[in-house]
Protein backbone atom coordinates (compact mmCIF):
# COMPACT_ATOMS: atom_id res chain seq x y z
CA UNK A 1 0.00 0.00 0.00
CA UNK A 2 2.73 2.25 1.06
CA UNK A 3 4.10 2.19 -2.49
CA UNK A 4 0.83 2.99 -4.04
CA UNK A 5 0.74 6.17 -1.89
CA UNK A 6 4.73 6.95 -3.18
CA UNK A 7 2.98 6.39 -6.95
CA UNK A 8 0.75 8.35 -6.35
CA UNK A 9 2.70 11.21 -4.55
CA UNK A 10 5.05 11.23 -6.91
CA UNK A 11 2.41 11.68 -9.80
CA UNK A 12 1.38 14.41 -8.25
CA UNK A 13 4.26 15.91 -8.04
CA UNK A 14 4.77 15.31 -11.67
CA UNK A 15 1.59 17.01 -12.42
CA UNK A 16 2.11 19.83 -9.93
CA UNK A 17 -0.06 22.64 -12.03
CA UNK A 18 -2.66 20.54 -12.98
CA UNK A 19 -2.89 19.37 -9.07
CA UNK A 20 -3.11 22.83 -8.17
CA UNK A 21 -5.86 23.67 -10.29
CA UNK A 22 -8.06 20.81 -9.42
CA UNK A 23 -7.60 21.57 -6.10
CA UNK A 24 -8.37 25.07 -6.23
CA UNK A 25 -11.60 24.27 -8.66
CA UNK A 26 -12.42 21.92 -5.77
CA UNK A 27 -12.30 24.17 -3.09
CA UNK A 28 -14.07 26.79 -5.10
CA UNK A 29 -17.06 24.76 -5.53
CA UNK A 30 -17.16 23.54 -1.81
CA UNK A 31 -16.54 26.95 -0.40
CA UNK A 32 -19.76 28.36 -2.34
CA UNK A 33 -21.61 25.30 -1.63
CA UNK A 34 -20.55 25.28 1.96
CA UNK A 35 -21.42 29.18 2.25
CA UNK A 36 -25.11 28.88 1.14
CA UNK A 37 -25.47 25.48 3.79
CA UNK A 38 -23.76 27.67 6.50
CA UNK A 39 -26.69 30.51 5.69
CA UNK A 40 -29.15 27.95 6.06
CA UNK A 41 -27.95 26.20 9.39
CA UNK A 42 -27.58 30.31 10.59
CA UNK A 43 -31.11 31.39 9.32
CA UNK A 44 -32.70 28.02 10.39
CA UNK A 45 -31.44 28.85 13.84
CA UNK A 46 -32.74 32.63 13.51
CA UNK A 47 -36.44 31.48 12.71
CA UNK A 48 -36.29 29.19 15.14
CA UNK A 49 -35.32 31.81 17.93
CA UNK A 50 -38.06 33.76 16.97
CA UNK A 51 -41.02 31.30 16.82
CA UNK A 52 -39.90 30.54 20.38
CA UNK A 53 -40.09 34.06 20.94
CA UNK A 54 -43.19 34.40 19.42
CA UNK A 55 -45.93 36.16 22.22
CA UNK A 56 -49.88 37.37 20.95
CA UNK A 57 -50.44 40.61 22.70
CA UNK A 58 -54.41 40.46 24.01
CA UNK A 59 -55.13 44.02 24.35
CA UNK A 60 -58.33 44.52 27.11
CA UNK A 61 -61.13 46.95 26.89
CA UNK A 62 -60.23 50.57 28.87
CA UNK A 63 -63.26 50.14 31.28
CA UNK A 64 -62.78 46.24 31.86
CA UNK A 65 -63.35 45.47 35.63
CA UNK A 66 -61.39 43.17 37.69
CA UNK A 67 -64.18 40.36 37.15
CA UNK A 68 -64.26 40.78 33.53
CA UNK A 69 -60.07 40.77 33.83
CA UNK A 70 -60.27 37.04 35.53
CA UNK A 71 -62.86 35.84 33.08
CA UNK A 72 -60.36 36.57 30.30
CA UNK A 73 -57.71 34.96 32.04
CA UNK A 74 -59.06 31.95 32.30
CA UNK A 75 -61.00 31.50 29.10
CA UNK A 76 -57.31 32.15 27.68
CA UNK A 77 -55.79 29.80 29.37
CA UNK A 78 -58.51 27.31 28.35
CA UNK A 79 -57.75 27.67 24.92
CA UNK A 80 -55.80 25.05 23.21
CA UNK A 81 -52.75 25.77 22.08
CA UNK A 82 -51.68 28.62 24.69
CA UNK A 83 -49.07 27.64 27.12
CA UNK A 84 -49.65 30.70 29.63
CA UNK A 85 -51.34 34.03 29.80
CA UNK A 86 -49.87 36.79 31.72
CA UNK A 87 -51.32 39.84 33.19
CA UNK A 88 -49.47 43.24 32.20
CA UNK A 89 -51.39 45.89 33.86
CA UNK A 90 -50.66 49.38 32.06
CA UNK A 91 -48.45 50.70 34.79
CA UNK A 92 -46.38 47.61 34.01
CA UNK A 93 -46.54 48.32 30.19
CA UNK A 94 -46.07 51.92 30.81
CA UNK A 95 -42.60 51.18 33.10
CA UNK A 96 -41.56 48.47 30.93
CA UNK A 97 -41.60 51.29 28.10
CA UNK A 98 -39.70 54.03 30.03
CA UNK A 99 -37.11 51.05 30.70
CA UNK A 100 -36.76 50.77 26.99
CA UNK A 101 -36.25 54.17 26.14
CA UNK A 102 -34.54 55.06 29.10
CA UNK A 103 -32.92 58.08 26.70
CA UNK A 104 -35.99 59.12 25.99
CA UNK A 105 -37.86 59.00 29.09
CA UNK A 106 -38.79 62.35 29.59
CA UNK A 107 -41.18 62.31 26.51
CA UNK A 108 -42.98 59.82 28.77
CA UNK A 109 -42.96 62.09 31.84
CA UNK A 110 -45.49 64.97 30.28
CA UNK A 111 -48.02 62.44 29.53
CA UNK A 112 -51.09 63.46 31.90
CA UNK A 113 -52.80 59.51 32.16
CA UNK A 114 -51.61 56.34 31.20
CA UNK A 115 -52.41 55.70 27.43
CA UNK A 116 -51.28 51.93 27.26
CA UNK A 117 -54.33 49.42 28.11
CA UNK A 118 -54.21 46.74 30.29
CA UNK A 119 -53.45 43.32 28.44
CA UNK A 120 -52.44 39.90 28.94
CA UNK A 121 -48.82 38.67 27.24
CA UNK A 122 -49.91 34.88 25.96
CA UNK A 123 -46.78 32.21 25.19
CA UNK A 124 -47.53 29.36 22.93
CA UNK A 125 -47.40 25.56 22.59
CA UNK A 126 -44.52 25.00 20.41
CA UNK A 127 -47.37 23.03 18.00
CA UNK A 128 -48.64 26.41 17.81
CA UNK A 129 -45.42 28.00 16.89
CA UNK A 130 -46.57 28.08 13.39
CA UNK A 131 -48.90 30.67 11.17
CA UNK A 132 -51.76 28.55 10.38
CA UNK A 133 -52.45 27.60 14.02
CA UNK A 134 -51.80 31.04 15.00
CA UNK A 135 -54.20 33.07 13.40
CA UNK A 136 -56.80 30.26 13.88
CA UNK A 137 -55.98 30.86 16.96
CA UNK A 138 -56.03 34.76 16.93
CA UNK A 139 -59.52 34.88 15.81
CA UNK A 140 -60.89 32.68 18.73
CA UNK A 141 -59.04 35.26 21.31
CA UNK A 142 -60.55 38.24 19.11
CA UNK A 143 -63.95 36.90 19.84
CA UNK A 144 -63.68 36.89 23.57
CA UNK A 145 -65.74 39.80 25.01
CA UNK A 146 -63.24 41.98 27.13
CA UNK A 147 -60.89 41.86 24.03
CA UNK A 148 -60.03 44.60 21.80
CA UNK A 149 -57.16 43.87 19.82
CA UNK A 150 -54.82 41.29 19.12
CA UNK A 151 -51.42 41.35 18.34
CA UNK A 152 -48.69 38.92 16.89
CA UNK A 153 -46.22 39.41 13.93
CA UNK A 154 -47.75 36.98 11.92
CA UNK A 155 -47.23 38.07 8.35
CA UNK A 156 -43.57 38.70 9.12
CA UNK A 157 -42.75 35.29 10.42
CA UNK A 158 -44.64 33.57 7.26
CA UNK A 159 -42.98 35.52 4.79
CA UNK A 160 -39.64 34.95 6.40
CA UNK A 161 -40.34 30.96 6.31
CA UNK A 162 -40.92 31.53 2.78
CA UNK A 163 -37.82 33.01 1.82
CA UNK A 164 -35.74 30.47 3.88
CA UNK A 165 -37.93 27.38 1.88
CA UNK A 166 -36.84 29.03 -1.39
CA UNK A 167 -33.29 29.56 -0.59
CA UNK A 168 -33.11 26.12 0.43
CA UNK A 169 -34.60 24.76 -2.72
CA UNK A 170 -32.08 27.79 -4.75
CA UNK A 171 -29.68 25.80 -2.00
CA UNK A 172 -30.06 22.41 -2.95
CA UNK A 173 -29.99 23.28 -6.70
CA UNK A 174 -26.46 24.72 -6.17
CA UNK A 175 -25.18 21.70 -4.04
CA UNK A 176 -26.21 19.50 -6.63
CA UNK A 177 -24.86 21.55 -9.65
CA UNK A 178 -21.84 21.68 -7.71
CA UNK A 179 -21.16 18.01 -6.63
CA UNK A 180 -21.52 17.29 -10.65
CA UNK A 181 -18.72 20.43 -11.60
CA UNK A 182 -16.60 19.05 -8.79
CA UNK A 183 -17.13 15.47 -9.51
CA UNK A 184 -16.26 16.89 -13.27
CA UNK A 185 -13.30 18.94 -12.19
CA UNK A 186 -11.53 15.43 -11.03
CA UNK A 187 -12.29 13.47 -13.59
CA UNK A 188 -11.23 15.04 -16.19
CA UNK A 189 -7.88 16.04 -14.33
CA UNK A 190 -7.43 11.72 -13.89
CA UNK A 191 -8.31 11.52 -17.53
CA UNK A 192 -5.74 14.08 -18.34
CA UNK A 193 -2.94 12.38 -16.49
CA UNK A 194 -4.03 8.39 -17.65
CA UNK A 195 -3.77 10.24 -21.34
CA UNK A 196 -0.54 11.37 -20.70
CA UNK A 197 0.67 7.69 -18.79
CA UNK A 198 -0.88 6.00 -21.39
CA UNK A 199 2.04 3.92 -23.23
CA UNK A 200 3.45 3.82 -18.93
CA UNK A 201 0.00 2.20 -18.34
CA UNK A 202 0.32 -0.05 -22.09
CA UNK A 203 3.67 -1.44 -20.43
CA UNK A 204 2.47 -1.85 -16.80
CA UNK A 205 0.15 -4.36 -18.50
CA UNK A 206 2.53 -6.09 -20.77
CA UNK A 207 4.44 -6.97 -18.09
CA UNK A 208 1.91 -8.45 -16.30
CA UNK A 209 0.77 -5.47 -14.04
CA UNK A 210 -2.85 -6.12 -13.05
CA UNK A 211 -5.62 -3.36 -13.33
CA UNK A 212 -5.83 -3.51 -9.92
CA UNK A 213 -2.30 -2.59 -9.44
CA UNK A 214 -2.21 0.11 -12.28
CA UNK A 215 -5.67 1.55 -10.76
CA UNK A 216 -5.21 2.21 -7.25
CA UNK A 217 -2.37 4.88 -7.26
CA UNK A 218 -5.30 7.14 -9.17
CA UNK A 219 -7.67 6.29 -7.23
CA UNK A 220 -5.30 7.36 -3.97
CA UNK A 221 -4.79 10.64 -6.66
CA UNK A 222 -8.31 11.51 -7.03
CA UNK A 223 -9.56 10.58 -3.16
CA UNK A 224 -5.98 12.94 -2.33
CA UNK A 225 -7.46 15.71 -4.86
CA UNK A 226 -11.44 16.37 -3.94
CA UNK A 227 -9.83 15.64 0.10
CA UNK A 228 -7.45 18.68 0.15
CA UNK A 229 -9.62 20.48 -2.00
CA UNK A 230 -12.72 20.23 0.50
CA UNK A 231 -10.19 21.14 3.28
CA UNK A 232 -9.13 24.42 2.20
CA UNK A 233 -12.60 25.37 0.63
CA UNK A 234 -13.49 24.70 4.21
CA UNK A 235 -10.66 27.06 5.66
CA UNK A 236 -11.21 29.83 3.58
CA UNK A 237 -15.16 29.26 4.81
CA UNK A 238 -14.08 29.62 8.32
CA UNK A 239 -12.09 32.59 7.64
CA UNK A 240 -14.93 34.33 5.81
CA UNK A 241 -17.10 33.23 9.12
CA UNK A 242 -14.97 34.38 11.80
CA UNK A 243 -14.32 37.82 9.90
CA UNK A 244 -18.68 37.97 9.55
CA UNK A 245 -18.71 37.09 13.48
CA UNK A 246 -15.62 39.45 14.66
CA UNK A 247 -17.68 42.08 13.00
CA UNK A 248 -21.69 41.42 12.49
CA UNK A 249 -22.50 39.22 15.43
CA UNK A 250 -22.75 41.40 18.32
CA UNK A 251 -25.15 43.76 16.82
CA UNK A 252 -27.32 41.16 16.13
CA UNK A 253 -30.71 40.49 17.69
CA UNK A 254 -28.73 41.93 20.84
CA UNK A 255 -26.55 39.71 20.88
CA UNK A 256 -29.22 36.59 21.46
CA UNK A 257 -28.46 34.90 18.62
CA UNK A 258 -25.00 33.56 18.15
CA UNK A 259 -23.73 33.00 14.82
CA UNK A 260 -22.29 29.59 14.29
CA UNK A 261 -20.45 27.53 12.02
CA UNK A 262 -20.58 23.52 11.09
CA UNK A 263 -19.96 21.09 13.84
CA UNK A 264 -16.70 19.47 13.48
CA UNK A 265 -18.73 16.03 12.73
CA UNK A 266 -20.45 18.01 9.75
CA UNK A 267 -17.11 19.18 8.87
CA UNK A 268 -15.41 16.05 8.57
CA UNK A 269 -18.68 14.35 6.54
CA UNK A 270 -17.52 16.99 4.35
CA UNK A 271 -14.16 16.45 3.93
CA UNK A 272 -15.07 12.71 3.55
CA UNK A 273 -18.13 13.50 1.13
CA UNK A 274 -15.43 15.32 -1.26
CA UNK A 275 -12.44 12.53 -0.72
CA UNK A 276 -15.30 10.28 -2.01
CA UNK A 277 -16.48 12.77 -4.56
CA UNK A 278 -12.27 12.20 -5.89
CA UNK A 279 -13.20 8.88 -5.89
CA UNK A 280 -16.10 8.61 -7.93
CA UNK A 281 -14.23 10.63 -10.24
CA UNK A 282 -11.50 9.11 -10.82
CA UNK A 283 -13.62 5.64 -11.50
CA UNK A 284 -15.97 7.19 -14.23
CA UNK A 285 -12.24 8.39 -15.91
CA UNK A 286 -10.78 4.43 -15.27
CA UNK A 287 -14.25 3.13 -16.91
CA UNK A 288 -13.85 5.33 -19.58
CA UNK A 289 -9.91 4.80 -19.87
CA UNK A 290 -9.57 1.21 -19.05
CA UNK A 291 -12.42 -0.16 -21.79
CA UNK B 1 -5.79 -30.59 -30.22
CA UNK B 2 -5.67 -34.14 -30.94
CA UNK B 3 -1.73 -35.07 -30.21
CA UNK B 4 -1.79 -35.09 -26.82
CA UNK B 5 2.40 -33.29 -25.98
CA UNK B 6 3.42 -33.47 -22.62
CA UNK B 7 6.89 -31.04 -22.93
CA UNK B 8 5.06 -28.81 -24.99
CA UNK B 9 4.62 -25.66 -23.03
CA UNK B 10 3.25 -23.46 -26.43
CA UNK B 11 0.90 -24.95 -29.04
CA UNK B 12 0.19 -23.02 -31.67
CA UNK B 13 -3.07 -24.98 -34.25
CA UNK B 14 -3.92 -23.00 -37.67
CA UNK B 15 -3.27 -19.68 -36.17
CA UNK B 16 -4.27 -17.10 -38.84
CA UNK B 17 -3.90 -13.21 -38.11
CA UNK B 18 -5.10 -10.29 -40.11
CA UNK B 19 -4.58 -6.66 -39.33
CA UNK B 20 -7.52 -5.43 -41.13
CA UNK B 21 -7.40 -6.79 -44.61
CA UNK B 22 -3.75 -7.66 -44.08
CA UNK B 23 -2.33 -11.54 -43.62
CA UNK B 24 0.83 -12.04 -41.17
CA UNK B 25 0.40 -15.35 -40.34
CA UNK B 26 -1.43 -17.78 -42.03
CA UNK B 27 -2.54 -21.49 -41.08
CA UNK B 28 0.27 -21.35 -38.85
CA UNK B 29 1.19 -24.40 -36.94
CA UNK B 30 3.90 -24.93 -33.91
CA UNK B 31 4.74 -26.33 -31.07
CA UNK B 32 7.38 -25.00 -28.60
CA UNK B 33 9.18 -27.13 -26.10
CA UNK B 34 9.87 -26.90 -22.25
CA UNK B 35 13.16 -25.64 -21.71
CA UNK B 36 13.98 -25.63 -25.43
CA UNK B 37 15.77 -22.70 -27.26
CA UNK B 38 14.29 -21.58 -30.41
CA UNK B 39 15.04 -19.18 -32.39
CA UNK B 40 12.35 -17.20 -34.95
CA UNK B 41 13.97 -15.83 -38.35
CA UNK B 42 12.51 -14.59 -41.75
CA UNK B 43 12.85 -11.42 -43.52
CA UNK B 44 11.72 -7.73 -42.73
CA UNK B 45 7.64 -8.19 -42.31
CA UNK B 46 7.59 -12.09 -42.17
CA UNK B 47 5.76 -11.97 -39.32
CA UNK B 48 8.19 -12.67 -36.11
CA UNK B 49 6.96 -9.74 -33.79
CA UNK B 50 3.68 -10.79 -34.78
CA UNK B 51 3.90 -14.68 -33.35
CA UNK B 52 5.60 -13.28 -30.25
CA UNK B 53 2.31 -10.87 -29.72
CA UNK B 54 0.00 -14.00 -30.17
CA UNK B 55 1.79 -15.42 -27.19
CA UNK B 56 1.14 -13.19 -24.62
CA UNK B 57 -1.92 -12.08 -25.69
CA UNK B 58 -0.19 -8.51 -27.39
CA UNK B 59 -2.96 -9.30 -30.14
CA UNK B 60 -5.68 -11.60 -30.39
CA UNK B 61 -5.57 -14.26 -32.67
CA UNK B 62 -8.50 -13.73 -35.57
CA UNK B 63 -8.30 -17.84 -36.06
CA UNK B 64 -6.82 -20.59 -34.70
CA UNK B 65 -6.03 -21.99 -31.01
CA UNK B 66 -2.68 -20.89 -28.86
CA UNK B 67 -1.95 -22.95 -25.73
CA UNK B 68 0.49 -21.40 -23.53
CA UNK B 69 1.05 -23.64 -20.33
CA UNK B 70 -1.87 -25.04 -20.24
CA UNK B 71 -3.62 -21.75 -20.87
CA UNK B 72 -6.02 -21.32 -23.84
CA UNK B 73 -5.66 -18.26 -24.89
CA UNK B 74 -8.82 -18.23 -26.46
CA UNK B 75 -10.89 -18.70 -23.77
CA UNK B 76 -9.07 -16.93 -21.32
CA UNK B 77 -10.75 -14.22 -18.81
CA UNK B 78 -9.74 -10.79 -18.76
CA UNK B 79 -8.44 -10.81 -15.38
CA UNK B 80 -6.43 -13.76 -15.75
CA UNK B 81 -4.13 -12.04 -18.29
CA UNK B 82 -1.64 -10.64 -15.96
CA UNK B 83 -1.09 -14.39 -14.89
CA UNK B 84 -0.17 -15.06 -18.25
CA UNK B 85 1.78 -12.45 -18.78
CA UNK B 86 3.80 -12.95 -15.93
CA UNK B 87 4.89 -16.29 -17.24
CA UNK B 88 6.87 -14.96 -20.00
CA UNK B 89 9.79 -12.08 -19.98
CA UNK B 90 9.53 -10.22 -22.62
CA UNK B 91 12.68 -8.35 -24.47
CA UNK B 92 10.34 -6.02 -26.87
CA UNK B 93 11.94 -4.93 -30.13
CA UNK B 94 11.56 -1.30 -29.05
CA UNK B 95 12.16 -2.01 -26.00
CA UNK B 96 9.43 -0.19 -24.19
CA UNK B 97 10.93 1.52 -20.95
CA UNK B 98 8.93 3.79 -18.96
CA UNK B 99 10.49 7.26 -19.44
CA UNK B 100 9.75 8.50 -16.61
CA UNK B 101 11.23 5.72 -14.03
CA UNK B 102 14.85 5.35 -13.53
CA UNK B 103 16.40 2.38 -14.99
CA UNK B 104 15.73 0.53 -11.55
CA UNK B 105 12.48 1.88 -11.33
CA UNK B 106 11.63 0.19 -14.36
CA UNK B 107 13.18 -3.28 -13.93
CA UNK B 108 11.51 -3.15 -10.18
CA UNK B 109 7.94 -2.45 -11.84
CA UNK B 110 7.67 -6.64 -13.08
CA UNK B 111 8.22 -7.37 -9.48
CA UNK B 112 6.31 -4.92 -7.92
CA UNK B 113 3.29 -6.25 -10.28
CA UNK B 114 3.79 -9.75 -9.14
CA UNK B 115 3.50 -8.36 -5.30
CA UNK B 116 6.91 -9.39 -4.22
CA UNK B 117 8.22 -8.09 -1.28
CA UNK B 118 10.06 -4.66 -1.26
CA UNK B 119 13.42 -6.25 0.28
CA UNK B 120 13.70 -9.19 -2.00
CA UNK B 121 12.87 -6.59 -5.19
CA UNK B 122 16.38 -4.18 -4.47
CA UNK B 123 18.31 -6.99 -4.46
CA UNK B 124 16.89 -9.26 -7.37
CA UNK B 125 17.05 -6.18 -9.25
CA UNK B 126 20.35 -4.98 -8.70
CA UNK B 127 21.94 -8.84 -9.75
CA UNK B 128 20.23 -9.22 -12.53
CA UNK B 129 21.54 -5.16 -13.61
CA UNK B 130 24.65 -6.28 -12.94
CA UNK B 131 24.70 -8.98 -14.77
CA UNK B 132 23.60 -7.00 -18.12
CA UNK B 133 26.28 -4.85 -16.57
CA UNK B 134 23.79 -1.44 -15.73
CA UNK B 135 24.48 -1.76 -12.32
CA UNK B 136 26.50 1.45 -12.07
CA UNK B 137 23.81 3.33 -14.23
CA UNK B 138 20.56 2.20 -12.03
CA UNK B 139 19.17 5.96 -11.09
CA UNK B 140 19.67 7.06 -14.65
CA UNK B 141 16.56 7.48 -16.38
CA UNK B 142 15.91 5.55 -20.26
CA UNK B 143 16.54 8.72 -22.40
CA UNK B 144 20.28 9.19 -20.87
CA UNK B 145 20.88 5.43 -21.77
CA UNK B 146 22.31 4.41 -25.73
CA UNK B 147 20.33 2.01 -27.78
CA UNK B 148 22.36 -0.72 -26.63
CA UNK B 149 22.35 0.13 -23.02
CA UNK B 150 18.57 0.66 -23.29
CA UNK B 151 18.45 -2.91 -25.09
CA UNK B 152 20.95 -4.73 -21.77
CA UNK B 153 18.05 -2.41 -19.31
CA UNK B 154 15.30 -4.35 -21.44
CA UNK B 155 16.74 -7.54 -21.30
CA UNK B 156 17.32 -6.90 -17.57
CA UNK B 157 13.67 -6.14 -16.95
CA UNK B 158 12.63 -9.41 -18.75
CA UNK B 159 14.64 -11.77 -16.79
CA UNK B 160 14.10 -10.33 -13.39
CA UNK B 161 10.48 -11.82 -12.59
CA UNK B 162 12.46 -15.41 -13.10
CA UNK B 163 9.81 -16.23 -15.89
CA UNK B 164 9.30 -19.86 -17.45
CA UNK B 165 9.56 -18.57 -20.84
CA UNK B 166 12.11 -15.71 -22.32
CA UNK B 167 10.66 -13.80 -25.57
CA UNK B 168 12.95 -11.43 -27.91
CA UNK B 169 12.25 -9.62 -30.70
CA UNK B 170 15.83 -8.28 -31.75
CA UNK B 171 17.63 -8.55 -28.33
CA UNK B 172 20.53 -8.00 -29.85
CA UNK B 173 19.78 -5.17 -32.76
CA UNK B 174 21.49 -2.38 -31.72
CA UNK B 175 24.41 -4.20 -30.26
CA UNK B 176 28.17 -4.47 -30.85
CA UNK B 177 29.29 -7.97 -31.09
CA UNK B 178 30.64 -7.94 -27.39
CA UNK B 179 27.80 -6.56 -25.83
CA UNK B 180 25.63 -9.05 -27.61
CA UNK B 181 28.12 -11.94 -26.46
CA UNK B 182 26.93 -10.77 -22.39
CA UNK B 183 23.20 -10.60 -23.09
CA UNK B 184 23.62 -14.06 -24.81
CA UNK B 185 25.69 -16.16 -22.21
CA UNK B 186 22.92 -14.31 -19.98
CA UNK B 187 20.36 -15.79 -21.59
CA UNK B 188 22.19 -19.05 -21.99
CA UNK B 189 22.17 -18.84 -17.72
CA UNK B 190 18.52 -18.55 -17.96
CA UNK B 191 17.84 -21.50 -20.54
CA UNK B 192 20.11 -23.58 -18.28
CA UNK B 193 17.92 -22.69 -15.13
CA UNK B 194 14.98 -24.29 -17.55
CA UNK B 195 13.60 -21.26 -18.74
CA UNK B 196 12.47 -21.66 -22.50
CA UNK B 197 13.92 -19.36 -24.96
CA UNK B 198 12.48 -18.11 -27.71
CA UNK B 199 14.21 -15.21 -30.12
CA UNK B 200 12.83 -13.38 -33.49
CA UNK B 201 16.36 -12.31 -35.24
CA UNK B 202 17.85 -11.73 -38.48
CA UNK B 203 21.31 -11.76 -36.57
CA UNK B 204 23.02 -14.59 -38.32
CA UNK B 205 25.63 -14.76 -35.86
CA UNK B 206 23.33 -15.52 -33.66
CA UNK B 207 22.17 -18.34 -35.36
CA UNK B 208 25.46 -19.50 -35.66
CA UNK B 209 25.67 -20.26 -32.14
CA UNK B 210 24.02 -23.77 -32.85
CA UNK B 211 22.15 -25.80 -30.30
CA UNK B 212 18.83 -24.14 -31.11
CA UNK B 213 15.95 -25.48 -33.63
CA UNK B 214 15.44 -22.41 -36.31
CA UNK B 215 12.63 -21.33 -37.91
CA UNK B 216 12.15 -19.51 -41.31
CA UNK B 217 9.44 -17.62 -41.95
CA UNK B 218 8.07 -16.49 -45.00
CA UNK B 219 4.90 -14.06 -45.53
CA UNK B 220 3.64 -15.45 -42.67
CA UNK B 221 4.12 -19.32 -43.05
CA UNK B 222 6.23 -21.81 -41.66
CA UNK B 223 9.08 -21.76 -44.32
CA UNK B 224 11.49 -24.05 -43.14
CA UNK B 225 12.74 -25.64 -39.39
CA UNK B 226 16.46 -26.24 -38.93
CA UNK B 227 17.48 -29.26 -37.71
CA UNK B 228 14.67 -30.28 -39.49
N1 LIG C 1 -0.43 -3.26 -35.88
C1 LIG C 1 -0.36 -3.56 -37.17
N2 LIG C 1 -1.27 -3.08 -38.05
C2 LIG C 1 -1.23 -3.40 -39.33
N3 LIG C 1 -0.30 -4.18 -39.87
C3 LIG C 1 0.64 -4.71 -39.08
C4 LIG C 1 0.67 -4.41 -37.68
N4 LIG C 1 1.71 -5.06 -37.13
C5 LIG C 1 2.32 -5.71 -38.13
N5 LIG C 1 1.68 -5.51 -39.29
C6 LIG C 1 2.04 -6.09 -40.59
O1 LIG C 1 2.16 -7.49 -40.44
C7 LIG C 1 3.29 -7.98 -41.12
C8 LIG C 1 4.20 -8.71 -40.14
O2 LIG C 1 4.74 -7.78 -39.24
P1 LIG C 1 5.77 -8.17 -38.10
O3 LIG C 1 5.96 -6.97 -37.27
O4 LIG C 1 5.30 -9.38 -37.46
O5 LIG C 1 7.09 -8.44 -38.95
P2 LIG C 1 8.54 -8.83 -38.43
O6 LIG C 1 8.84 -10.16 -38.99
O7 LIG C 1 8.62 -8.68 -36.97
O8 LIG C 1 9.41 -7.70 -39.14
P3 LIG C 1 10.77 -6.99 -38.59
O9 LIG C 1 11.87 -7.94 -38.84
O10 LIG C 1 10.85 -5.79 -39.46
O11 LIG C 1 10.54 -6.68 -37.17
C9 LIG C 1 3.96 -6.79 -41.76
O12 LIG C 1 3.59 -6.76 -43.11
C10 LIG C 1 3.40 -5.61 -41.04
O13 LIG C 1 3.26 -4.52 -41.92
MG1 LIG D 1 9.59 -7.41 -35.69
Known amino acids: ????????????LENRFLTAITVITIALSILIAAAFALFFVNAGDMLNFWQKGIRMMVYLKTDAT???????????????????????SKEEALARLKAQMAHHSALLENLKENPLPDAFEITLKPSTRNSEELGFLAERVQALPGVTEVEYGQQWIQRFTQVINLFSLAGSGIGALFFMATLFIVANTIRLVLYSRRDEIEIMRLVGATD????????????????AGTIIGLLLLYAG????????????????I???????????????????????GCWVSLKQFMK | MSEENADAIIRMFHVHKRYGSKSALKDFSLDIYKNEYLFVTGRSGAGKTTLLKLLYLGEPVTEGQVLVDGMNLSRIARNRIPHLRRKFGI???????????????????????????PSMIAKKVKSVLRMVGMEDRMNAFPQSLSGGEQQRVAVARAAAGDPKIILADEP????????????????????????????????KE???????RIIQLRDGQLWSTEPA
Open chain 1, 1 to 12: MQRFYRRAIKDI
Open chain 1, 241 to 256: YLALALHFAPGMAGGM
Open chain 1, 66 to 88: EAERLDTKFRLQGLEGVQEAVYI
Open chain 1, 212 to 227: RFIKIPFYLEGMIQGG
Open chain 2, 91 to 117: IFQDYKLIPTKTIFENVALVLEAAGRK
Open chain 1, 258 to 280: QLRFFSVGVCLAVVLGGTLIGWL
Open chain 2, 172 to 203: TGSLDEESAEVIMSFLDTFHSRGATIVIATHD
Open chain 2, 206 to 212: LLARGHA
